[in-house]
């Protein structure tokens, strides 16, 4: 089962700038559908760099000295903060698009890492209240349609909320340490056979990083 991270080749063949994606989520999911009608992937991997939930979180703290205090004092769920809820209807509208195939899988930084990258000194106060934070934004996009999430990076105490809560939800986890990776630098002599391999494999064969958008393009057409 091959899944595959979209963006780059979605943008070459539309023209249209991944940036738009929680700006204009209707225009961006049917980009990814000429992206995925070429490509074809068994899954399609949303927010592989990160952007999604780091900036929806951005902007609930702002430029708050404490991000704790902007947190607790934020008057809505992340899902229903402007970026968070693009991103639900993102995935609402690609699962209207697609049906049940290719499967959605969202890429995420874990609860560390996003406490990281707040500009604050991150502490388990701070990482418990993004790991609050990101099972909100995850459960609000399983509902409309993701069903397997890829958590990047560990921490075993923060990641623990996101990880009990998938599991109740009944969403898939994914780690890329955890399932065979098709190597970013591949894409460069990658050719249809490989892919067809790919998606005959029993297990998840995870690209690392995105298709590159300068790939030749007969190289995916030929798997169609």
């Known amino acids: 089962m091959l899944a595959l991270s979209l963006d ?11 940036a738009v994606a929680l700006a204009e989520p209707e225009r961006w999911a049917y980009a990814l559908r000429e992206a995925v009608a070429l490509a074809r992937p068994d899954m399609l991997v949303l927010g592989w760099d990160g952007g ?5 979180l951005a902007t609930v703290v702002g ?6 205090d902007a947190i607790y004092d934020a008057d809505r769920p992340l899902c229903e903060q402007p970026q968070g809820a693009a991103l639900v209807t993102l995935v609402g509208t690609l699962r209207q698009l697609f049906g049940g195939r290719p499967r959605l899988a969202l890429a995420v930084r874990g609860p560390a890492a996003l406490a990281d990258g707040l500009g604050a000194p ?11 934070q990101l099972v909100d934004l995850l459960l609000a996009c399983a509902a409309v349609g993701i069903d397997t999430v890829v958590l990047r990076g560990e921490d075993q105490r923060a990641d623990g909320p996101v990880v009990r809560a998938l599991d109740h939800a009944r969403v ?8 065979e990776l098709l190597p970013a630098a591949s894409w460069s002599t990658i050719g249809a056979s490989e892919l067809a391999a790919a998606r ?9 990083g995105p298709v590159p958008g300068n790939l030749e393009l007969e190289r995916l057409a030929p798997a169609r």
Do not use: I, N, W, Y
């Not at 005959?200 to 690392?208: F, Q």
């Open 200 to 208: 005959a494999a029993p297990h998840l064969v995870l690209s690392d």
């Open 63 to 68: 430029g708050a000295a404490d991000p704790v």
């Open 172 to 179: 898939a986890l994914v780690r890329p340490g955890m399932v």
């Open 52 to 56: 999604f939930e780091t900036g929806a």
């Open 122 to 132: 991150a502490d388990d106060e701070l990482a418990d209240l993004c790991a609050d």
């Open 8 to 18: 780059a080749l979605a943008a070459r063949l539309t023209g249209a700038d991944p």
